[in-house]
């Protein structure tokens, strides 16, 4: 596949040459795409694809994985994202299309690190789960030879001379009529698991497996061929960079794997800031417009730090308060936050010098030591950025807090014994502490402050997949305000409605130039915001 900053050439397929390249909704993606497309498709796909996995995420921790309302909310996603997962869908070329790039875009970004790896395999995982579940039992056959899988759906006569053993040694078959289930012969080796747990019928080196249960087998078969693509094994291709050219091929020669090839994919200078940052991108609003400069007065700041604040701006401006004093992690956190929410540069002024006052320090070095660099983050200075502020997966995966430091998110920086006793000093219930807990023990920590989101706000469901600390700040205004916005009509919402292509390619690059101006913050010397 090859990259070129003009418009992609479109191939000219007649319709039976589509339906062969992605006959299924689903597939195990194990050829690389080798067409040309342009540096903006290639955001475009990108982009979506994190979309896609980020809901896979939400949804599953807020909803039962396979329940009815999870798979109509998938399906809705899916289908609002436009990727591919019915089999029935007329033209569904593009959509697949879509899915098979989209997914190798990301398996560059997410090879970095063992937890980039973790997560990226699980959703997907959870993504090819709820593909095969609405698979019609006349296409699974055809799926599973085409994904080179040796699973045989075995014949009528050879099931009823089975059905005894297969149903005494099948729990899933209990109260089903065995007339009407699919059932697979496949090699020992690969029902392991079944096997282990004395839920499969074995006989001369082969498992009798039901339908019900064969989808277990294609996650783990799934499961380790992406581990293996990812981590360093033969099959997945090589990333050539050809800077001369002004290209980036990606040949389907099946000899390096996506780790291996990254240091190759990121010398190139387009691509390189992109998969450096998608893998915690932000993809939603970036909270920079101004249009709400005002509308906070700094003695409304005490009232809201508790009723609207998410707990790390929270936590921010309790020490502050306490201390007089943040070291440059917490200001640069806590500072462009409150802009985001509508401080101008004259009330940050204010904000600031009153509280290291406060702290014993001596105005006159406070305005030659931190105003200029409040004047910066305002787009005031150097080179007049308006800088944005900081996103949830900005705050999680860069920059941890160390001694002292106030930063961070308190669900994955905390001490777990230490979060319970400042959740329990919010007045929240036993209850609501160990679902939030649990869900920090699993990682979820976007999906934790929502769940604090909806216990500070006594609401069931925030209605809302939460993604940055200006945006909870926003939702519990409107709660609180009996639904109405103190957002001006110029903010849209975090997830807008599907556009037409001109608009995306718009949408695709704001989201980029949001991802690359934090990383000209840090290169333009903001690590000195509020310096000490």
Known sequence: MQFFGEKRRKLRLAG?????????????????????????????????????????????????????????????????????????????????????????????????????????????????????SILSKDNIQNFLKDSH????????????????????????????????????????????DLFRGRKVYLEDGFAYVPLKDIVAIIQNEFRARLSKALAGAPGLGKVLGDLNRGSCSWRDDQDKLTARSLPTVQSDERLQPLLNHLSHSYTGQDYSTQGNAGKISLDQIDSLSTKSFPPCMRQLHKALRENHHLRHGGRMQYGLFLKGIGLTLEQALQFWKQEFIKGKMNPDKFDKGYSYNIRHSFGKEGKRTDYTPFSCLKIILTNPPSQ???????????????????????????????????????????????????????????????????????????????????????????????????????????????LNSSLEMDLEGLADYFSE
């Open 404 to 514: 002292g430091d106030y930063h961070g998110c308190p669900f994955r920086h905390s001490d777990p014994e230490l979060l319970k006793q400042k959740l329990q000093s919010y007045k929240f219930s036993p209850g609501g502490i160990n679902q939030i807990l649990d869900l920090v023990k699993g990682t979820h920590y976007q999906v934790a402050c929502q769940k604090y989101f909806e216990m500070i706000h006594n609401v069931d469901d925030c209605g809302f997949s939460l993604n940055h600390p200006n945006q909870f700040f926003f939702e519990s205004q409107r709660v609180l305000n009996g639904g109405k916005d103190i957002k001006k009509e110029s903010i849209q919402s975090e997830t807008p409605q599907p556009k037409p292509s001109t608009q995306k390619t718009k949408d695709a690059s704001s989201a980029l130039a949001s």
């Open 149 to 192: 899988l040796q699973f045989e759906a075995i014949s009528d006569e050879e099931k009823n001379l089975k059905e005894q053993e297969i149903t005494a040694s099948s729990p899933s078959l209990t109260g089903t009529q065995m007339g009407s289930e699919s059932i697979y012969k496949i090699p020992f080796a690969d029902a392991l």
């Open 16 to 132: 039976d040459q589509r339906s062969a390249c992605y006959p299924h909704s689903l597939q195990f993606y194990l050829q690389p795409p080798s067409e040309n497309i342009s540096l903006i498709e290639f955001e475009n796909l990108a982009i979506d694809r994190v979309k896609l996995l980020k809901s896979i995420e939400n949804l599953g921790v807020s909803y039962m994985k396979g329940s009815e309302e999870y798979q109509s909310k998938l399906e809705a996603e899916i289908r609002k994202l436009k990727f591919s997962y019915r089999e029935n869908l007329e033209d569904e070329y593009e959509p697949r299309r879509k899915d098979h790039i989209s997914h190798f875009i990301l398996r560059l970004a997410y090879c970095q690190s063992e937890d980039l790896r973790r997560w990226f395999i699980q959703q997907e995982l959870d993504l090819l789960r709820f593909r095969f």
